[in-house]
């Protein structure tokens, strides 16, 4: 059995996550961690980052690095997306981040975020029979990746990330704005799943990431043996007018929601709302699995004990841990 270990450097939250390979190729998580470094705060804002932000996110990593050192992991893979990719001084993070800790990071674009986590949710569900839509809402972009028997047959990556929304309803017109860009990239989505599909009806709709996993704690409708989740629309509409009534104080002392979950959820209820609107979907499917995990699935395909990684990984920085 070897241990492995994979991080993402999200545009809200860091996330790192540990696992054991299986004799039948599968990786079991064993542990998770989670820090609050909002990287894309300063990046949509300002464009770069701060040198206080470059040393939270080391100091994360710092942190990150200890539990992969007892974990006695023999590989690890970091990514980092929207917010590095946009930042002007992104790989003078990366060099820090490398410099400090002896961790490569590897800034992925929005492509190769959905072929991660599609490999994440194709380990979790059967999605092998019929056409299915995953949706994976981060605090930068927002990744799309229509799947037909099991199989990834186009992506999209838009800038509709929650925390970029953030900066968008802060200024003039801001819940204009907002909407406005909602109902632009929803009318493009539904122009391309047809073009993909001929239809938008799509038989399966999934989400992932911590807000889509929010909104379905929020709505009540946890269920299955795998710890799967589902979301009927309506209740997540219902969802949406309680956050909205609430502001963001509200869902802090109400809902318990924490300071970097309770300002973006509502964006990203909305979000989620609309893409279900636009290709009929009337039930979210949430595996609780998202780009960490898939980037451990794709490591524990390219690692063996004793070999090198294996020829093929095109994509990814890896290090030894």
């Given at each position: 059995?070897t241990?492995l270990?994979?991080?993402?450097?999200g545009?809200?939250a860091m996330r790192?996550a540990?696992?054991k390979t299986?004799k039948?190729?599968?990786v079991k998580?064993?542990?998770?961690?989670?820090?609050?470094v909002r990287?894309?705060?300063d990046a949509?804002s300002?464009?770069?980052?701060?040198?206080e932000?470059?040393?939270r996110?080391?100091?994360a990593f710092?942190?990150?690095g200890e539990s992969?050192?007892e974990s006695?992991?023999q590989q690890t893979?970091?990514?980092?997306?929207?917010a590095?990719?946009?930042a002007?001084n992104?790989?003078?993070?990366?060099?820090?981040?490398r410099q400090?800790t002896?961790i490569?990071?590897?800034v992925?674009?929005?492509?190769?975020?959905a072929?991660?986590?599609h490999?994440a949710?194709?380990?979790?569900l059967?999605?092998?029979?019929?056409?299915?839509?995953?949706?994976?809402?981060?605090?930068?972009?927002?990744?799309?990746?229509?799947?037909?028997g099991g199989?990834?047959?186009d992506?999209?990556s838009?800038?509709l990330?929650?925390?970029r929304?953030?900066h968008?309803l802060s200024g003039?017109?801001g819940?204009?704005?907002?909407a406005?860009l909602v109902?632009?990239?929803?009318s493009?989505i539904?122009?391309?799943v047809?073009?993909?599909?001929?239809?938008?009806?799509v038989g399966?709709?999934?989400?992932t990431?911590?807000?889509v996993?929010t909104?379905?704690?929020?709505s009540?409708?946890?269920?299955?043996?795998?710890?799967?989740?589902?979301?009927y629309l309506?209740?997540?509409?219902r969802?949406?007018l309680e956050?909205?009534?609430l502001?963001?104080?509200g869902?802090?002392?109400?809902?318990?929601?924490?300071?970097?979950?309770a300002?973006?959820?509502?964006?990203?209820?909305?979000?989620l709302?609309?893409?279900?609107n636009v290709?009929?979907?009337t039930?979210?499917?949430?595996?609780r699995?998202?780009?960490r995990?898939?980037?451990?699935v794709?490591l524990?395909?390219?690692?063996r004990p004793?070999?090198r990684?294996r020829k093929q990984?095109?994509?990814?920085?890896?290090a030894?841990?």
């Amino acid at each position: 059995m070897t241990t492995l270990a994979a991080i993402d450097v999200g545009s809200n939250a860091m996330r790192m996550a540990i696992g054991k390979t299986r004799k039948n190729g599968r990786v079991k998580v064993v542990e998770t961690a989670r820090e609050p470094v909002r990287l894309g705060w300063d990046a949509f804002s300002r464009g770069r980052f701060s040198p206080e932000i470059i040393d939270r996110t080391v100091e994360a990593f710092h942190r990150f690095g200890e539990s992969i050192r007892e974990s006695g992991a023999q590989q690890t893979a970091a990514v980092a997306t929207s917010a590095v990719r946009e930042a002007r001084n992104g790989l003078e993070l990366t060099h820090r981040v490398r410099q400090d800790t002896g961790i490569d990071v590897s800034v992925i674009t929005g492509v190769e975020e959905a072929r991660l986590v599609h490999l994440a949710v194709s380990k979790k569900l059967d999605i092998s029979k019929g056409d299915a839509i995953l949706v994976d809402i981060g605090g930068g972009s927002v990744e799309l990746a229509i799947t037909s028997g099991g199989v990834m047959v186009d992506s999209r990556s838009y800038d509709l990330g929650t925390v970029r929304m953030l900066h968008v309803l802060s200024g003039d017109d801001g819940t204009g704005r907002f909407a406005r860009l909602v109902e632009d990239v929803a009318s493009e989505i539904r122009d391309w799943v047809s073009g993909v599909l001929g239809h938008h009806l799509v038989g399966v709709f999934i989400g992932t990431g911590g807000n889509v996993e929010t909104i379905g704690d929020l709505s009540g409708r946890r269920a299955g043996k795998m710890a799967t989740s589902y979301a009927y629309l309506g209740d997540i509409d219902r969802t949406r007018l309680e956050l909205e009534a609430l502001g963001f104080e509200g869902r802090r002392s109400e809902l318990g929601l924490k300071r970097d979950r309770a300002d973006v959820i509502y964006p990203a209820t909305v979000v989620l709302q609309s893409l279900m609107n636009v290709v009929w979907a009337t039930t979210l499917t949430i595996p609780r699995v998202g780009l960490r995990e898939g980037v451990l699935v794709d490591l524990a395909m390219r690692w063996r004990p004793g070999r090198r990684l294996r020829k093929q990984a095109r994509r990814g920085v890896v290090a030894a841990a």
